[in-house]
């Protein structure tokens, strides 16, 4: 007798090898979702640490180039202080050589008392104008100041007024 192949038609295992299997095929999948689970969490987590990482890199050189633009701003500025200083210094030298060539003409002593009545009252209308006065108090120069500022107007207008007759 040869045997040649055998065929089983129908296997049914029993109850209880069906539920072992059964929660064998479970506990597979339980574990495998568990495994995907994890690996999306360490993902998430590696992804979220290199975000901050990032985030902490971006936020100091942004610090890094404000400061940066902040100290240009103010080295710019303190440039431009510095030019304004030199310009208003360069100014005041002109003028007072300008006062200076006045006083020493004919009627360089009026120009002078017009120019310091002038800024004298010019001080006193901004003291008055200050919000922290709250009583004024009118000194006695102030008249004194007037006239010299009306004398010498007076004197220099008509100096003024005769110097353009004569070159007529």
């Known amino acids: 007798m040869l045997l040649r192949s055998i065929e089983i038609q129908d296997i049914s ?3 209880s ?4 299997m059964e929660q064998q095929a479970a506990a597979e999948r339980h574990r495998k979702a568990a495994e995907t689970q994890a ?3 360490k993902q998430a987590a590696v992804l979220e640490v ?3 990482r990032q985030s902490t890199i971006l936020k100091a050189e942004g610090i890094k180039q404000s400061t940066i633009l902040k100290a240009e701003a103010e080295q710019e500025a303190a440039v431009r202080q510095a030019a304004a200083a030199v310009s208003l ?3 005041t030298k002109r003028s007072n050589e300008l006062l200076a060539e006045g006083i020493k003409a004919v009627d360089g002593q009026s120009a002078l008392n017009y120019q310091l009545s002038k800024q004298y ?3 006193l209308a901004l003291l008055f104008k200050s919000e922290s006065n709250k009583v004024l108090i009118m000194p006695p120069e102030l008249s004194q100041s007037m006239g010299n500022l009306i004398n010498s107007s007076f ?3 008509v100096t003024n007024g005769l110097d353009k007759k004569d070159k007529s």
Do not use: D, T
């Not at 090898?17 to 072992?20: K, L, Y």
């Open 89 to 91: 210094a360069e100014g």
């Open 17 to 20: 090898m069906q539920v072992a």
């Open 121 to 123: 009252i010019e001080a």
């Open 155 to 157: 004197v220099l207008g």
């Open 39 to 41: 690996a999306g969490n």
């Open 50 to 52: 290199e975000g901050i």
């Open 13 to 15: 295992p029993s109850e």
